[in-house]
C-alpha cells in the first residue's frame, strides 16, 4: 500500500536554529497538508498545498514558516528561527478526493 | 470555538465488550473521519463518512453520522487488546481546502 514517508523520524535542534522537515507524499495525490500534534494536545492544522502554492494556512502558520515542492516529489516544511514551543510532532498529509494519508511524523525537540 | 470534541475523553473496557464514543462538531461538513493513533506515533485513518451518508460499517467498525445534531459515533465491536489507542474524529467543513479539523480525542484501553 502507498505510503507518505517523513524523514528524519526525530530531530533535536537548539532555538533559533532553522529546520528543514521532508515529506514524500504518494506520487498521484495533488492536495498536500502539515499538521503538528504537540505532546498531549490536539492535532492541529498548519497549511494545505494545492498546484505549487498555498491554498489555506492557520493562524499557527506565521512568517517562521514556509513550505515549499521543490522538485515535483518532496514537500518540506521549513521553520527559519524555532522556539522552544514548536516542539512538537509533525504530521505531512496527502489526500484524493478519496481519502487521506499521513506519514509516521517527525518528533522536533528544540532545546 | 471547538471543532470535533469527542465524549468520553478516555475510556477502559475488557477484551470482547464494544467500545462506543463520540464526537460533536459546530461547522457545516463535507465528511467526518474517524483516526487512531497508538501512543507516540502516527495517525491512522479508519473510516470517512461523508455528509449525505447516515452509517457506514468497516470490519469491526461502525460510524453514524447525524447532521441535524452534528455529532457522530465510533462503534468498536468485539474489542481486542490492540485496539489500545486514541481515537480522534477530524471534519472537513465546506468552505475549507480539505483540511482535517481534529477533536481532542477519546483514550481506550482494553484489558485482556
Known amino acids: 500500500e502507498p505510503e507518505v514517508t517523513q524523514t528524519p523520524s526525530h530531530q533535536v535542534t537548539q532555538m533559533g536554529q532553522e529546520v528543514i522537515l521532508r515529506c514524500v507524499p504518494i506520487?498521484?495525490?495533488?492536495?498536500f497538508y502539515w499538521y503538528r500534534q504537540i505532546l498531549g494536545q490536539k492535532v492541529e492544522f498548519l497549511v494545505s498545498?494545492?498546484?505549487?502554492?498555498?491554498?489555506?494556512k492557520s493562524e499557527i502558520f506565521d512568517d517562521q514558516f514556509s513550505v515549499e515542492r521543490p522538485d515535483g516529489s518532496n514537500f518540506t516544511l521549513k521553520i527559519r528561527s524555532t522556539k522552544l514551543e514548536d516542539s512538537a510532532m509533525y504530521f505531512c498529509?496527502?489526500?484524493?478526493?478519496?481519502?487521506?494519508?499521513f506519514g509516521s511524523g517527525t518528533r522536533l525537540t528544540v532545546v | 470555538s471547538q471543532q470535533g470534541e469527542e465524549d468520553p475523553q478516555a475510556l477502559s473496557i475488557q477484551e470482547g465488550e464494544n467500545a462506543t464514543m463520540n464526537c460533536s462538531y459546530k461547522?457545516?461538513?463535507?465528511?467526518l473521519q474517524w483516526y487512531r493513533q497508538n501512543s507516540g506515533r502516527g495517525l491512522v485513518h479508519l473510516i470517512l463518512?461523508?455528509?449525505?451518508?447516515r452509517e457506514k460499517h468497516s470490519g469491526r467498525l461502525r460510524v453514524t453520522l447525524d447532521t441535524s445534531k452534528k455529532s457522530s459515533s465510533l462503534l468498536i465491536t468485539a474489542s481486542r487488546a490492540a485496539d489500545t489507542a486514541s481515537y480522534f474524529c477530524?471534519?472537513?467543513?465546506?468552505?475549507?481546502?480539505?483540511?482535517?479539523?481534529f477533536g481532542s480525542g477519546t483514550q481506550v484501553v482494553v484489558t485482556p
Open positions: 498529509a496527502s489526500r484524493t478526493p478519496y481519502g487521506y494519508t
Open positions: 506520487s498521484n495525490h495533488l492536495y
Open positions: 498545498f494545492y498546484n505549487n502554492e498555498i491554498s489555506e
Open positions: 461547522t457545516s461538513i463535507n465528511n
Open positions: 463518512i461523508r455528509s449525505n451518508e
Open positions: 477530524a471534519t472537513v467543513s465546506t468552505d475549507s481546502w480539505g483540511k482535517l479539523q
